[in-house]
Structures are given as structure tokens and as C-alpha cells.
């Protein structure tokens, strides 16, 4: 089993609809949680992060977490053209600062004008 | 306040031949993590560098050396290259203590032939 799980896509979604992002991981002491933003050609940049069991909302994006069912998704609404990047999602297994990122290998998203 | 950054922005090298890629943390950062992201996959743990020392190292052979200097940026060092090591490479800084948020500079494209 893969550490971090996420679909591959393609994702297509028309423009103004939500996006909905997916992840599960398989370490249940897994403690912190992040959405990384990446254009092609770029490197990834952080949208999101999560730590505790809930919703978190910034601005158009909202992160969800459910430690019990080891997973973590990203709700993009009113999904914008600029949208479209690949989204990656990343583990720190050990929590703390210490802690490396284990990555998905990112859900591509196209948002259609 | 600049961000991460890393030099050289690409570079071509032949199998055998061994490169050096340096990285600048952001300011206020004191911890820098390499990863290797391969075309069409999420980004790789390679070493962690704190006080000078690598802290975490990922499964990658002893060709991948790391340094990190007292204002903190840091170099990696791949020898004997292989076609395989062609890839982005990839620096992120963080705070120690601060649950590994790592913010991500704008990576070296290093190409093996």
C-alpha cells in the first residue's frame, strides 16, 4: 500500500463549480497535513495545512481532515481557469519540525472556461 | 522578505560527471530538506539539514551527500550521475518547531545524458 494515495486524474470541472481533491494515507501517526499547489514547469507552492480533525477554510479553499478514516481532501470553490495546476498532497509522518513530507503523486486539475 | 532560492535554474551534465546545487533558506528559516521530484510523480524526500548536521535522510545511496552552512543555506551533491538522476530538485526551508510548514524555492532542472 502506498503511503499517500491520491487520484491522478485528470479532474475536469467547469468553471464557477467546486473542485473536490482526494487523499488518504496509510500511517496513522501522521500528524500534520498540507495541499501544495503545482503549475507545470513550476515547484509546488503551499495552499493549505491542516493539523486537527475538522474543516479549515481560506478564502476559496477549504480542508478537510478525518484522522480516523486517514483522509484529507480540498475543496476548491468558484474553481477559476488559474485553477488548473496539479495538486499535491503531503504527510509529515513524524510530526513536529522534524518530520519529512511524504507526497502523493497529485490529482491534475483542469477547469474549463 | 525573499523566499526560497536555489541556483542554478538547470543544468546538463553527462553520466559519471558530479554536480553541486545550492539552495538559500528563507529568512528566518533554519532547517532545509531536498527532495527529487521525477516527470509525473510527487516530490521525493532525499536528506534534512539542521544545525549544520543532517538530521533525516530518505532511501536514496550514498552518491547524494548534503552540506549546510552556518547562515544556514545548503548544497546537495550528486556523484557518478546516472540517466535516472535526471529530475527537479528541489529545496524547502522551515522553522524548527513549527510543524514542518516547508516552503518550497524554485527548484534546478538537472538533466543527464
Known amino acids: 500500500q502506498k503511503e499517500v494515495e491520491q487520484n491522478s486524474g485528470p479532474l475536469s470541472v467547469p468553471e464557477g463549480a467546486i473542485a473536490s481533491l482526494n487523499c488518504t494515507y496509510s500511517?496513522?501517526?501522521?500528524?500534520?497535513f498540507f495541499w501544495y499547489r503545482q503549475y507545470s514547469g513550476k515547484s509546488p507552492e503551499l495552499i493549505m495545512s491542516?493539523?486537527?480533525?475538522g474543516d479549515k477554510e481560506d478564502g476559496r479553499f477549504t480542508a478537510q481532515l478525518n484522522k480516523a478514516s486517514q483522509y484529507v481532501s480540498l475543496l476548491i470553490r468558484d474553481s477559476q481557469p488559474s485553477d488548473s495546476a496539479t495538486y499535491l498532497c503531503?504527510?509529515?509522518?513524524?510530526?513536529?519540525?522534524?518530520?519529512?513530507?511524504?507526497f502523493g503523486k497529485g490529482t491534475k486539475l483542469s477547469v474549463k472556461p | 522578505d525573499a523566499g526560497v532560492t536555489q541556483s542554478p535554474t538547470h543544468l546538463i551534465k553527462t553520466r559519471g560527471q558530479q554536480v553541486t546545487l545550492r539552495c538559500s533558506p528563507k529568512s528566518g528559516h533554519d532547517t532545509v530538506s531536498w527532495y527529487q521530484q521525477a516527470l509525473g510523480q510527487g516530490p521525493q524526500f532525499i536528506f534534512q539539514y539542521y544545525e549544520e548536521e543532517e538530521r533525516q535522510r530518505g532511501n536514496f545511496p550514498d552518491r547524494f551527500s548534503g552540506h549546510q552552512f552556518p547562515n544556514y543555506s545548503s548544497e546537495l551533491n550528486v556523484n557518478a550521475l546516472l540517466l535516472g538522476d535526471s529530475a527537479l530538485y528541489l529545496c524547502?526551508?522551515?522553522?524548527?518547531?513549527?510543524?514542518?510548514?516547508?516552503?518550497f524555492g524554485p527548484g534546478t532542472r538537472l538533466l543527464v545524458l
Open positions: 503531503a504527510v509529515n509522518r513524524d510530526g513536529g519540525s522534524q518530520g519529512n513530507l511524504i
Open positions: 500511517d496513522r501517526g501522521s500528524q500534520s
Open positions: 524547502a526551508s522551515s522553522v524548527t518547531g513549527s510543524m514542518a510548514t516547508q516552503y
Open positions: 491542516i493539523y486537527s480533525n
